[in-house]
């Protein structure tokens, strides 16, 4: 005579009662690899533009480029005739110290010359005279490749 009627509060079986706040045992990778591909993608056409520091447009030789893992300490002369330690701006009497004082700490690189093709070759002279008559004979002159053609 009776049957049994399954009550609306609990959705007739009881799965509901246990399972209101289950946790998510899996983890959704896509936007993380979203976000790292962009990320990649700015990076890697920021970093050409971040190693240009003074501008300076140089002459073109047919010798082959130096590799070097180590940040190499550079000494520009720009066609004003200004002298740029790395890209701070220094006069040439200061070049020599400063130098020094990176050499005092433990670098033991080589040193590149860069000087603007539109720049006083004197002026570049005296800069590489004044480096090595300071003791540095590591010293190189940097040039922008050839193009054939």
Known sequence: ???????PRNGGNGRRRGR????MSEINVT????????LLIIFMVAAPLLTVGVPIDLPE???RALNSETQPITVSVNS???????????????????????AQAGYEERIYVRGD??????????VMARISAAGFRNLGLVT???QDG
């Open 61 to 63: 030789t047919q010798a």
């Open 117 to 126: 093709r539109a720049a006083d070759y004197g002026t570049v002279m005296r």
């Open 144 to 146: 922008l490749q050839e």
């Open 1 to 7: 005579m009776g049957m049994s009627v399954a009550s």
């Open 80 to 102: 004003e005739g200004q002298i740029y330690l790395q890209e701070t701006e220094v006069p040439l009497e200061e070049v020599v110290p400063k130098l020094q004082a990176i």
């Open 20 to 23: 209101r706040h289950a946790l």
């Open 31 to 38: 936007p993380f690899v979203d976000v790292m591909l962009v």
